[in-house]
């Protein structure tokens, strides 16, 4: 084991996946002799070279593009863009061809696609730099959609998405990149797509959040603790698809329930959980699910960004208007 923070499990993830499977390459803006924005893929071009650590042209369309011609010929990219809605150009390539090819070709070709980005808000960046798209990938069917929030499943997860047929979307908190620290198994390490874990039991309310909303929860989840309140806690971490299991079972252990998200609140994965819950645990359920996220607005400017991100006292508001209702 050794302790690393979010950024370092990516960056050894992708090392480790490269010297273990030579298809796998990485591709993307700055990614290779700056090590990315982030660093997160320093030192992969000193060891792999140009041919398989690649620095594009400023065109995030043309990244995914060609990625989907890569895959085609059995290689698997991992494509990196520097921010989250720098995505958006690339929106026309991902939903008409990467989440397609699969089903266009009756299982017959494999998308081994990643796509990597730093997602969410909280670090006063310009605007486009701090969006939470996740319920533009969550919606469109062919994709599978992860946001990891510790070191370990950073590292545990990316492996798997990289192993897989299907396209991936990988989504990694920026806000907590090097915040948060932890042990991470060294060598192989895989974390099973599909599935949410338990971050701790609880029994009077459970709440489910992923990606850098775990930090805030906990934070939340201690000051409920002084309070006598006992919270479950359910790291959703595969946003699509849902571990549908574990929530509805979780849901039921306590019967009320209260969803965090970083991403505004309509038509969200929040609300497909709600859903979700309507469906499968009503009559399990004491109250109504409540949701605390980010408003119906696009992301505000540093002044405001405080009051966009659901904060500890949100969250511990929202968790005793559940337990009141």
Not at 93 to 104: G, K
Not at 151 to 166: E, F, H, Q, V, W
Not at 191 to 219: C, H, K, N, Y
Not at 271 to 298: C, H, M, Q, W
């Amino acid at each position: 084991m050794r302790t690393l923070s979010i950024l370092e499990a990516v960056n050894l993830a992708l090392h480790h996946e490269m010297e273990r499977d030579s298809r796998v390459l990485v591709m993307g803006e700055d990614v290779g002799l700056s090590g990315g924005v982030f660093r997160a893929t320093e030192g992969l071009y000193k060891k792999y070279g140009g041919h398989r650590v690649i620095d594009t042209p400023l065109s995030e369309s043309g990244i995914v593009g060609a990625a989907v011609g890569l895959c085609l010929s059995g290689m698997r990219p991992v494509c990196e863009m520097q921010f989250d809605a720098f995505s958006y150009p690339a929106l026309d390539q991902v939903f008409s061809h990467v989440a397609r090819y699969r089903w266009r070709s009756l299982g017959q070709m494999d998308m081994g696609f990643v796509l990597r980005m730093p997602y969410g808000g909280g670090v006063k960046a310009p605007e486009l730099h701090e969006e939470s798209p996740e319920a533009y990938y969550c919606h469109t069917a062919g994709l599978r959609v992860v946001a990891p929030s510790t070191p370990a499943d950073a590292k545990g997860l990316l492996s798997a998405a990289i192993r897989c047929n299907d396209p991936v979307i990988f989504l990694e908190p920026k806000k907590v990149y090097h915040a948060v620290k932890g042990p991470v198994p060294e060598g192989d390490h895989v974390v099973e797509l599909g599935t949410a874990r338990i971050v701790r039991e609880g029994s009077d309310v459970t709440i489910f959040a992923w990606g850098g909303m775990i930090p805030v929860v906990e934070q939340a989840v201690a000051r409920l603790d002084a309070q006598g309140v006992s919270a479950y806690v359910v790291d959703v971490r595969s946003l699509s698809p849902l571990d549908e299991a574990t929530l509805v079972e979780t849901a039921r252990h306590t019967g009320r329930v209260v969803i965090v998200q970083e991403a505004p609140r309509r038509c969200s994965v929040a609300s497909e959980i709600a859903a979700l819950l309507a469906e499968r645990a009503i009559y399990d359920l004491k109250g109504p699910v409540f949701r605390a996220t980010g408003y119906n607005v696009p992301y505000p400017f540093w002044r405001g960004e405080e009051f966009q991100r659901p904060s500890v006292d949100r969250i511990v508001s929202t968790v005793h208007e559940a337990l009141s209702s």
